[in-house]
């Protein structure tokens, strides 16, 4: 069992940064690949970043590349997602998930979920 908490939301201009931490429950944090996902008003969830268990690979959407970092200290049982450059469509509630698959990008292959924290991008 994992329980993950995330942190780090809140307002920003566009053009802005913000770091996003996940905190995780349990000593089998670094047997997980990480993702982070996000729910804009009105839309689906969808997948921004996801990441290895050792931390050695990332993998992005399509959409965030460039602009986005995910990272994970397993020592410290977090995972993060540093935002640059960040634009008003990147407003969403914002979700860190734990997978057993290696570069999972979609909802269903996350096993635990996060409560989630809300990004506002102001244009």
């Known amino acids: 069992q994992v329980q993950l908490v995330e942190s780090g939301g809140g307002l920003v201009q566009a053009g802005g940064s913000l770091r996003l931490s996940c905190a995780a429950s349990?000593?089998?944090?670094?047997?997980?690949?990480m993702g982070w996902f996000r729910q804009a008003p009105g839309k689906e969830r969808e997948f921004v970043a996801a990441?290895?268990?050792?931390?050695?690979?990332?993998y992005y959407a399509d959409s965030v590349k460039g602009r986005i970092i995910i990272s994970r200290d397993n020592a410290k049982n977090t995972v993060y997602l540093q935002m640059n450059s960040l634009k008003p469509e990147d407003t969403a509630v914002y979700y860190c998930?734990?997978?057993?698959?290696?570069?999972?990008?979609?909802?269903?292959?996350?096993?635990?979920w996060g409560q989630g924290t809300q990004v506002t991008v102001s244009s």
């Open positions: 998930a734990a997978a057993d698959f290696i570069g999972a990008k979609m909802e269903r292959q996350y096993k635990y």
């Open positions: 349990g000593r089998t944090f670094s047997s997980y690949a």
């Open positions: 990441i290895t268990w050792s931390g050695s690979i990332p």
